[in-house]
Nanobody, 122 residues
Framework: QVQLVESGGGLVQPGGSLRLSCAGS????????MNWYRQAPGKERELVAG??????????NYADSVEGRFTISRDNAKSTMDLQMNSLKPEDTAVYYC?????????????WGQGTQVTVSS
């Protein structure tokens, strides 16, 4: 079955850095678009960054709020996706979720990891 496992969350001071990782299994990772979402308390889940499949060129996109500070990457050989987060701000505090958009008979199915907490505080 499809599994997405996030790691790398924690507590960091403002201005600091963290690197999140997502390990995928049970599906063809390289053919799937991959995304990072986050959800802060009392707010809706929002897209942070996305990276397309290998066949689509691995292009990336970012939310305006993280552009220039966060970098998404993927290693298709290892079926992993990372999110390097620099210059972290208190407003980046949220649970971060790995998301996979897996091709399925002309459409896509979406799967989620369990989430990892990121807290930015002094």
């Amino acid at each position: 079955q499809v599994q997405l496992v996030e790691s790398g969350g924690g507590l960091v001071q403002p201005g600091g850095s963290l690197r999140l990782s997502c390990a995928g299994s049970g599906f063809t990772f390289s053919r799937s678009h991959m995304n990072w979402y986050r959800q802060a308390p009392g707010k809706e889940r929002e897209l942070v960054a996305g990276i397309t499949s290998a066949s689509a060129g691995g292009s990336t996109n970012y939310a305006d709020s993280v552009e220039g500070r966060f970098t998404i990457s993927r290693d298709n050989a290892k079926s992993t996706m990372d999110l390097q987060m620099n210059s972290l701000k208190p407003e980046d505090t949220a649970v971060y979720y790995c998301n996979a958009a897996i091709p399925w008979f002309g459409t896509q199915r979406y799967y989620w990891g369990q989430g990892t907490q990121v807290t930015v505080s002094s």
